[in-house]
């Protein structure tokens, strides 16, 4: 990867941390280049979507994926990546829509509790019942496929500090 290339992605990578329109596409795309299986695919006309500059830097990144003989990866900013889905995977970036959410009772307070419980080795203890209060059932289940897939703990231990 070449510096343009390099200086490209590292802009992408700092706006698709905000919670903006502009966020939410530019982390469509990296996410869709890092596993589009899993997080979805990335609409082309989200280049026409977002300022000029970062289209341009969108098609770099596109330019530069089209050129290469093989799949290449930014394995070099994994941990950003994975920052990213941790915020996608808690509602930030505005990428997850709005979903019906369980009501929230007792029982099912208890319930996301205790599937934290599963993953406790990463979240913050002290949070685990604001957590399960604030969390849907697909929340939880996310976050634990995050962690038994090998999702950084630093990652989501900074996601559900937030």
Not at 4 to 33: I, M, P, Y
Not at 101 to 119: K, V, W
Not at 129 to 139: F, G, P, R, S
Request: aromatic residues 4%; proline residues 4%; glycine residues 6%.
């Amino acid at each position: 990867m070449d510096d343009r290339v390099r200086f490209a992605l590292e802009k992408l990578l700092n706006v698709a941390h905000e919670d903006s329109g502009q966020g939410r596409r530019v982390a469509t795309c990296l996410l869709a280049w890092w596993n589009a299986e899993v997080h979805g695919g990335f609409d082309l006309t989200d280049l026409a979507n977002v300022d000029p500059h970062l289209g341009e830097d969108m098609a770099t990144i596109l330019t530069f994926l089209a050129r290469e003989e093989d799949v290449v990866y930014p394995y070099d900013y994994r941990r950003e990546i994975e920052a990213i889905i941790a915020l996608a995977a808690t509602g930030g970036t505005g990428m997850t829509a709005p979903r019906s959410r369980e009501p929230a009772t007792p029982s099912a307070i208890e319930r996301r509790a205790g599937e934290l419980d599963t993953i406790a080795a990463v979240l913050p203890i002290d949070r685990r019942d604001a957590l399960a209060e604030l969390l849907t059932d697909q929340d939880v289940e996310t976050l634990r496929h995050l962690v038994n897939e090998g999702m950084g703990d630093e990652a989501i231990s900074m996601a559900a500090s937030r």
